[in-house]
């Protein structure tokens, strides 16, 4: 699920949104009202029940070899969620929506992680169900790992030379 040339995708389990109005989201680190979608390379971000907490990683061209294979496992990319949501993971109902990047301008320093929009946009058409989340991390290469607390993962990832997001965090559970 990944959008084509011109558009960018915003995930949503509800799947009647016929406008998305800008709005400051309840975990904004930022005052600015947005419209918030992403593009290609993070759509993977977003294969995930809305509250599930996870744990990402990827390679970059300054991850080093002794990190490629201590946190991603020789791999490119690897997403951790925590055991109590791998029921959420299977069963979620996740769509999405197709947007016109037109509208949109990248958010995020040093890296975009996501793109915004400042006007109100109307889909391209109505949501699209994304289908098993399962499925779509494992025909895109991803290595999904299932972990009982996910910090001990966070903590090597953040100290590495890889690539990384974590969403949802507040969620998991408690560091041990």
Do not use: K
């Amino acid at each position: 699920m990944r959008p084509e040339p011109g558009q960018v995708l915003h995930f949503s389990e509800d799947p009647g949104i016929t406008r998305f109005v800008p709005h400051v989201a309840a975990t904004a680190r930022q005052p600015q009202p947005y419209v918030w979608a992403v593009d290609s390379a993070r759509c993977p971000d977003y294969w995930f029940p809305r509250q599930c907490p996870r744990a990402m990683a990827w390679a970059t061209s300054s991850t080093t070899d002794a990190d490629r294979e201590r946190i991603l496992g020789g791999d490119e990319r690897v997403h951790a969620v925590e055991y109590r949501w791998l029921d959420a993971l299977r069963t979620a109902e996740l769509f999405a929506y197709r947007l016109p990047a037109a509208g949109f301008r990248p958010f995020g320093e040093p890296e975009t992680h996501a793109h915004v929009a400042t006007e109100p946009v109307e889909p391209l058409g109505p949501a699209e169900p994304v289908g098993d989340l399962l499925r779509l991390h494992e025909e895109a290469g991803i290595q999904l790992r299932v972990l009982p607390n996910l910090w001990p993962f966070w903590d090597a990832v953040t100290a590495s030379t890889a690539g990384f997001s974590g969403i949802r965090l507040r969620n998991a559970r408690p560091r041990p």
